[in-house]
């Protein structure tokens, strides 16, 4: 709790930081707006505003702001939302080739041909239903987005070479996998290879406890190859399954929420941002705020480069618009203002330096008392 600042309390419940000063003046304690607040003070502040205060884990970070947000929940606008579906796998065991193949029998024909280079998130459709496909940007920024609590997967595919069979990264995604919770589908790729063994796959497998569902487990096991492109039908048929069991639902009229899984400066263009939506609708001219980073939506390009207006609930694209480029992992929010966005981002990237500076001003008093 000595993490909550003034400020920072007075932004999360939607008040200035003078109202928060005057009602702990007016009991007698004195505060300055970067004062951090008691848990006391947080209790009667939370009576006196008519909310409930509730103080998550420490802020190790200034994207955790959003931690003590008081956030309502109004489920009565929900709808249901297309799956995002993160693949995972050994090196060469094809999920790039997949996801590519995926994307390019999945496009309306003519635009095939548009397809000229790999994206690291795109949507489909199947069956007139929505799905999008995040390929997985490296275990180390895979963790990094968990722990920053960006997590946007909903499904994860595992990919498996049916020549190759259970590999050491395969072992390490399989872990991965199960932390996060998600339903996982296995695809076993390479199948048009002569030496492609379903059976030497789905053994290794059963052994890592992910056994098949033909063999009493509950592991969907699909064949599938990246060059022939058998089996993709299979698999998305069988996420759609998968996704309906999750009921995934979000409100596509609330602020907009999305996850940065990529970002870069692009010359001439500026901070790229590649987004998936997680609630509400993203839209050009909002004012948004992306962890220390803050701007206004100029554009947007869906995943085939083409200039919209808005994205919608799981979709994704890349936005323009920021005043410098955001982390992976962190969270793109609307704000009602320019003003606002500017000043929250202001406001985390000064707590981020505090931060700092507390921490290395913790280490030089360590330091100096070790010399006494
Ligand atoms: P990644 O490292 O998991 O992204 O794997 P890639 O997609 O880069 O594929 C690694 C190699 O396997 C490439 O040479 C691909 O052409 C090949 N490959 C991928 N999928 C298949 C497939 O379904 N069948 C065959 N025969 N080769 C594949
Ligand atoms: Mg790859």
């Not at 007698?28 to 951090?36: E, H, I, S």
């Not at 929250?344 to 100096?368: D, F, G, P, W, Y």
Request: glycine share 8%; net charge negative.
């Amino acid at each position: 709790p000595e993490d909550v600042r003034v400020y920072e309390f007075a932004e999360a419940c939607g008040k200035s930081p003078a109202e928060v000063i005057t009602v702990l003046f007016g009991l007698g304690m004195m505060v300055t707006k970067n004062d951090f607040l008691k848990q006391d003070e947080l209790e009667i502040l939370g009576e006196e505003f008519g909310i409930e205060v509730t103080v998550k884990d420490a802020l190790e970070d200034a994207n955790y702001v959003d931690d003590y947000e008081v956030e309502e929940v109004d489920d009565s606008n929900f709808v249901t939302r297309p799956p995002v579906v993160t693949i995972m796998g050994h090196v060469d065991h094809g999920k790039t080739s997949l996801l590519d193949k995926i994307r390019s029998s999945k496009v309306a024909k003519g635009e095939a041909g548009g397809i000229t280079q790999h994206i690291s998130a795109y949507t489909i459709e199947q069956n007139n239903q929505k799905i999008t496909f995040v390929d997985t940007p490296g275990h180390a920024a895979f963790s990094a987005m968990r722990a920053r609590g960006a997590d946007v997967t909903d499904i994860v595919i595992i990919v498996v070479a049916a020549d190759d069979g259970v590999m050491p990264q395969t072992e390490e995604v399989i872990s991965h996998a199960k932390a996060s919770g998600c339903p996982i589908i296995v695809a076993v790729n390479k199948m048009d290879k002569e030496t492609a063994n379903m059976d030497m796959v789905k053994a290794q497998m059963a052994e890592k406890e992910m056994t098949p569902v033909d063999w009493g487990g509950d592991i969907e096991f699909i064949g599938v190859s990246a060059h022939t492109g058998q089996g993709i039908d299979d698999l998305l048929e069988n996420i759609l399954l998968q996704a309906e069991i999750l009921e995934l639902q979000a409100d596509p009229d609330a602020k907009a929420k999305a996850t940065v899984v990529e970002s870069l400066l692009e010359k001439g263009r500026g901070p790229v941002a590649t987004v998936i939506v997680q609630n509400g609708t993203l839209r050009v001219g909002d004012n948004i705020v992306c962890d220390t980073t803050y701007g206004r939506v100029k554009a947007i390009t869906n995943d085939m480069g083409k200039p919209v207006k808005e994205l919608g609930l799981s979709e994704t694209g890349n936005v323009l618009g920021l005043n410098d480029v955001p982390v992976a992992g962190s969270f793109m929010v609307a704000q009602n203002s320019d003003k606002e966005a500017r000043e929250i981002a202001t406001t985390r990237a000064e707590h981020a330096r505090a931060k700092e500076l507390s921490k290395s001003t913790k280490v030089s008093l360590e330091e100096m008392s070790g010399l006494i």
